[in-house]
Nanobody, 127 residues
Framework: QVQLVESGGGSVQAGESLRLSCQAS????????MGWFRQVSGKQRQGVAT????????LYDASVKGRFTISYDSAKNTLYLQMNYLKPEDTAMYFC????????????????????WGQGTQVSVSS
């Protein structure tokens, strides 16, 4: 079991930055994929970025590539999402997710591939 708690959301103007954090506890050994997903009310949850703990293999959705950076600090068991140049279309509830894996390569980007979820943190970007 893995418990995940997000923080760092808020309301900002377009062009500003935010950093989301996700504290993991429980079974936090290596061999894990961590990801950020976002969801707008009435729409499906969308993958934003994933990272393979241990080798830092990352994957980004095209809509955030070049603006967002995902990272995992294994010493602190904390996942981060640095979001720069935010746009109004980035407005959503952001969720942290985790899954165990034996695959040394990349991580899946589909929400159904992740069994562990945080409660979410709201990000609102105004124009």
């Amino acid at each position: 079991q893995v418990q995940l708690v997000e923080s760092g959301g808020g309301s900002v103007q377009a062009g500003e930055s935010l950093r989301l954090s996700c504290q993991a506890s429980g079974n936090t050994g290596s061999g894990r994929c961590m990801g950020w997903f976002r969801q707008v009310s009435g729409k499906q949850r969308q993958g934003v970025a994933t990272v393979r703990a241990g080798n830092d293999n990352t994957l980004y959705d095209a809509s955030v590539k070049g603006r967002f950076t995902i990272s995992y600090d294994s010493a602190k068991n904390t996942l981060y999402l640095q979001m720069n140049y935010l746009k109004p279309e980035d407005t959503a509830m952001y969720f942290c997710a985790a899954r165990t894996t034996r695959d040394p390569g990349g991580c899946p980007s589909g929400s159904s591939d992740y069994p562990y979820w945080g409660q979410g943190t709201q990000v609102s970007v105004s124009s």
